[in-house]
């Protein structure tokens, strides 16, 4: 199905939002320059469970440069209360600690600020429940895992495939706790006139975030604008709104006609924009004894919380990885007294490969194989869980481009053997693995401004990947013009519907509707249009999506070196090699995949958001105790990837590349941190400690 | 955060007696800690006192061959000065190892030693801190204490002093000098920083409202060796989990001077007398120094969940005297 000619496809075009970023002229959400705003500072529960008492806001109240102080007493009623994330202030219950119970309007920040210090809460206190355990009697199945997959599955005979097994891998694997810390902290600026809202927000989807919020106060969606120009990154923490949202379009309903500022500082963000759950996942490999696999077991326990459900799909990767005829894979949920968990950085795919890779990396030890060895054995023909031909998979291709370039032989598989004084020096691989997809509902309008000039026009977003270069890209060559004659807009849900900027699907979903528009277009109105036309067109359905497995793969290797008195790890060099389709812009591409690949060296040794269950939040709150990888943590990075075109997956023959970089990342550190030490740690994030025996 | 008085000192004179005659005034210099605190109301001031632009920038090298450090010399230019860097790597290192280039450039000398715990707890205004509040109790025992003491602790704090400098200038004997309305005083570094004992919201003992002027360190010993090894969960800006600050003379073999302190154990830099004693006159070498260790830590008392301290600090202190042999020859 590729139809698109590429011209400006390809190219490194630098990023056309630079100049603007680097001079700071840029705006993002909170820095829009209204008239007269007034500022926002939540108050939060200091319980984790429980029920508010009293509210004492007479301090807050006389504090000069207040305007108002919201509190569960006095707040408005929702329309719809169904989103137990966004629905806030209606009752006083306390469902989980730092859950947003008020808040204060005034005119400074600081003001604001100290206001929300002053008022003082009583509550009736409850015992919560906030630790997972994977023995905790209240675990239960949900109907079905994020991105609508199956809860369990189950393919052939696991328990007898297993009990026959010649070589047996049964272990647990646990990752913890983590928060998407985007740069910029969720903000937004509400305004409400005239029973219309105007939301400058930093979201991962305008036209997403609208729905949500139109439905929440009961407003035709017409009557919602949301505006994001430039998102200072999300990480899935931007998918859809949070509570915060809710607060400030209720301060702006309070005060019609003054823009609401609220920017969450960063210890808020630990409390109230989504996380990554802990995860506790217990393999099992069953296989012969020259490295064939016989049978996968999955089964993972994750949290949720009490006021809606998420279910991460950590166990979907183990479905279609490698070949085995009989696999089984199951999620489990504890609905604890949390903050609810979200979308984050490659949610399912990102933990489940951990683990899986790291069993893979312990079945080709009890095999006495080479770990790229393994993986070649047990290389599927076809998608083990549906049939279905790859449209593109080539990860053998990955393994074996990367094994060269990253001098991967000869190596001595014996662990805790090569070292160059004090420092033991080991090498590890993973596999990546990413789903292909295209959204639904994305439209996109094209304008002809002036002779050979065309605006395009989608409610797409940039939140930092490269999107206003890429898809100038796109519709230059959809359009066959130069990229100069592209005025694209983006970020506005005046604009084209379009589709959230999650799952790695934006470049593709977007320019698929942006492709459909240039044809219509120009079925329309010619290659000599008059200026002023205007066509506006859907993206069609992807027939292919059904037939084929559709999915980007890569290699990941690692070198790392550890201390043999302190069991200081450092990571001397990572390389990933990837299969990712026809490639839109290698400069943005390249700075998509190492940042994957750093955040999966960050999750692999770093990241933990700690729980104290004595309290119920997150102690860890900021960057200085929430750690997540210095420049000075990756001394060589770099990404290749295959040349490729995707004949299945959308106009441009391209795959999303957001988040396949930290997929398999963490594994290939971890299995080089084995190989350096010859010790195994399952318990993410891996720290000297572990390694000090 | 309160509202506050901003007042720019125009002299030291100035700073001294403004805040003698304010109880509720602090001083402001680099900003990197105080700022953060007001703002999540840790500290409540009435008055800050800005002091971070008064003469006190100097770096001199006196005729007794020891260093006089300006209070508000930068701790980037101090660990960029050519004699810090050549006479004592020991304190250019420790510098180095601390926050991020951003926060070098703007922290000073004397705001580096009166920096705060970084103890969650004491950062968090919704836990109980005996340090922050005293009589509320010490939520780190019991909590998450990987950063927590495991040398001189109290039931009433856990808490470690999270400075790199500091504990590079307690293993040099450096004195700091200060100044109150009596005039100027000197105290060693090594009696600056208090143990918490009953009195854990009290981190040093400098008097109230006296304002430190500057930091001296004697000449480093003739043919000492220093260096500072700092162990932690990321290889740049992370407080230690452990540090070592070591200077050792030897002569054919056998150690004449050894002057060591720990970072990231204690509630203040630990200067380790102990490993010190069981280091002098003995052969330098592995078993030498791995005794010394034992010795040293043979006093610590770990909490749940930071018992691997103890054993890291022992390797960390081994491995950085291996590492100062090795350096020499």
């Known amino acids: 199905m590729t139809a698109v000619q590429p011209h400006a496809i390809g190219t490194a075009l630098t990023r056309l939002d630079g100049p603007a970023k680097v001079t700071g002229t840029a705006p993002y959400a909170c820095e829009y320059q209204l008239d007269a705003p007034l500022y926002l500072h939540p108050i939060q529960a200091t319980i984790a469970r429980g029920r508010i008492t009293a509210m004492d806001t007479a301090d807050a109240q006389a504090t000069h440069g207040v305007t108002a102080v919201l509190t569960v007493f006095d707040a408005p009623k929702l329309a719809d209360t169904s989103d137990g994330d966004l629905t806030i202030l209606q009752d006083n219950q306390v469902h989980y600690r730092g859950q947003l119970i008020g808040a204060v309007l005034a005119e400074t920040a600081e003001t604001a600020r100290h206001a929300a210090g002053l008022v003082r809460v009583d509550y009736d206190t409850e015992t919560h429940h906030t630790e997972l355990s994977p023995e905790d009697p209240d675990l239960y199945a949900p109907e079905e895992v994020n991105a609508g997959f199956p809860t369990d599955t189950t393919d052939g005979d696991v328990e007898a495939a297993l009990r026959d097994a010649e070589v047996l891998v049964d272990q647990t694997y646990t990752t913890p706790h983590e928060h998407n810390n985007p740069m910029e902290p969720h903000s937004c600026i509400a305004l409400w006139d005239n029973g219309s809202l105007t939301l400058y927000d930093s979201t991962q989807g305008v036209h997403a975030a609208r729905e949500k919020l139109a439905t929440l106060f009961g407003l035709e969606p017409g009557r919602v604008r949301i505006v994001a120009k430039n998102v200072g990154g999300g990480f899935g923490s931007k998918g859809a709104p949070h509570s915060h949202n809710t607060l400030a379009i209720m301060a702006a309903q309070r005060v019609p006609g003054r823009p609401i500022k609220l920017a969450l500082t960063r210890q808020q963000m630990f409390d109230v924009v989504g996380y990554r759950t802990p995860t506790i996942q217990h393999l099992k490999l069953g296989a012969t004894t020259d490295g064939r696999i016989t049978a996968f077991r999955h089964d993972v326990v994750e949290q949720s919380a009490t006021v809606k459900e998420f279910a991460e799909q950590t166990a979907v990767v183990t479905r279609m990885m490698y070949a085995s005829p009989n696999r089984a894979t199951s999620h489990r949920l504890a609905k604890l007294d949390v903050a609810v968990p979200f979308w984050m950085r490659a949610p399912g795919e990102c933990p489940g490969t951990y683990a899986l890779e790291v069993a893979m990396d312990e079945l080709a030890v009890a095999c006495d194989l080479d770990p790229i060895e393994l993986r070649l054995r047990n290389e599927p023909d076809v998608d083990p869980e549906t049939g279905n031909p790859w449209s593109d998979r080539r990860l053998v291709e990955c393994l074996s481009t990367g094994a060269e370039r990253f001098g991967w032989h000869p190596r001595n598989p014996e662990p805790g053997v090569r070292s160059n004084g004090e420092w033991l020096i080991g090498t590890g691989v993973a596999s990546s693995v990413y789903p292909a997809m295209n959204m639904p509902g994305n439209a996109a309008r094209i304008e002809c401004t002036a002779p050979g000039r065309y605006a395009v026009a989608i409610g797409a977003v940039d939140i930092g990947t490269g999107t206003w270069t890429a898809l100038t890209q796109i519709a230059a060559d959809v359009l066959d013009c130069d990229v100069d004659a592209v005025e694209l807009q983006i970020g506005d849900t005046d604009l084209p519907s379009a589709s959230v900027e999650g799952g790695s699907s934006g470049i593709s979903s977007w320019g698929t509707a942006i492709h459909a528009a240039a044809q219509q277009f120009r079925h329309d109105h010619g290659d000599n249009p008059t200026p002023g036309v205007t066509t506006t067109a859907e993206a069609p359905e992807n027939e292919d999506a059904q037939n084929y497995g559709m999915y980007s793969f890569g290699a990941q290797f690692a070198e790392a070196h550890v201390s043999r008195y302190t069991g200081e790890i450092h990571i001397a060099r990572m390389l990933g090699v990837f299969s990712i389709g026809r490639v839109i812009n290698p400069a943005t591409l390249r700075s998509q995949l190492i940042g994957g690949m750093t955040m999966g060296l960050s999750m692999a040794l770093h990241e933990e958001s700690v729980r104290d269950h004595r309290f119920g939040h997150i102690v860890t709150r900021d960057l200085a105790s929430y750690h997540i990888s210095a420049h000075a943590d990756i001394p060589e990075i770099d990404a290749l990837w295959l040349d490729s075109v995707d004949e299945h997956s959308n106009p441009m023959g391209s795959r999303g590349a957001g988040e396949i970089g930290i997929v398999g990342s963490a594994a290939a550190v971890a299995n080089a941190i084995y190989h350096a030490t010859g010790v195994r740690v399952r318990d993410l994030p891996i720290m000297c400690d572990a390694l000090l025996s | ?329």
């Not at chain 2, 500290?43 to 770096?59: N, W």
């Not at chain 2, 600050?245 to 002057?259: F, Q, Y």
């Open chain 2, 1 to 329: 955060m309160n509202p506050f008085a901003y007042h720019r000192a125009t002299s030291v004179q100035d700073a001294v007696t403004t805040v003698a005659e304010r109880p509720d005034a602090v001083y402001l210099a680099g900003g990197t800690n105080l700022v953060d605190h007001m703002k999540l109301g840790v500290a409540e001031t009435a008055l800050v006192v800005d002091v971070g632009h008064l003469p006190l920038y100097d770096i001199d090298h006196l005729d007794d061959g020891s260093l006089r450090i300006g209070a508000d010399v930068r701790n980037a230019d101090l660990a960029a000065h050519p004699i810090v860097r050549s006479r004592y790597p020991v304190l250019a290192r420790a510098l180095l190892a601390g926050a991020s280039g951003q926060l070098r450039n703007l922290a000073t000398t004397a705001g580096n030693l009166l920096q705060r715990t970084r103890c969650v707890y004491f950062q968090d205004v919704t836990t109980p801190c005996n340090k922050r509040s005293p009589g509320q109790g010490c939520s780190a025992i019991g909590g998450y204490v990987r950063y927590h003491a495991i040398l001189g602790a109290s039931p009433h704090c856990m808490a470690t002093h999270p400075s790199d400098m500091a504990v590079a200038m307690t293993a040099l004997d450096a004195q700091v000098v200060y100044v109150d309305v009596d005039g100027e005083h000197r105290l060693p570094l090594t009696d600056f920083h208090r143990l918490p004992g009953e009195e854990p919201h009290r981190d040093t003992n400098l008097p109230a409202g006296a304002l430190i002027t500057a930091v001296e360190i004697p000449a480093p010993l003739d043919g000492a060796h220093s260096t500072y090894r700092k162990v932690r969960d990321r290889n740049s800006y992370a407080f230690a989990l452990t540090s070592v600050a070591a200077e050792l003379v030897t002569e054919d073999g056998t150690i004449n001077s050894a002057r060591i302190a720990l970072g990231g154990v204690a509630h203040k830099p630990w200067r380790a007398h102990r490993a010190e004693h069981a280091l002098l006159g003995q052969p330098a070498g592995e078993d030498t120094f791995t005794a010394a260790a034992d010795h040293e830590l043979a006093q610590a008392e770990p909490l749940e969940g930071n018992e691997f301290k103890v054993e890291l600090t022992r390797r960390t202190l081994v491995a950085t005297l291996l590492g100062l042999m090795e350096g020499h020859q």
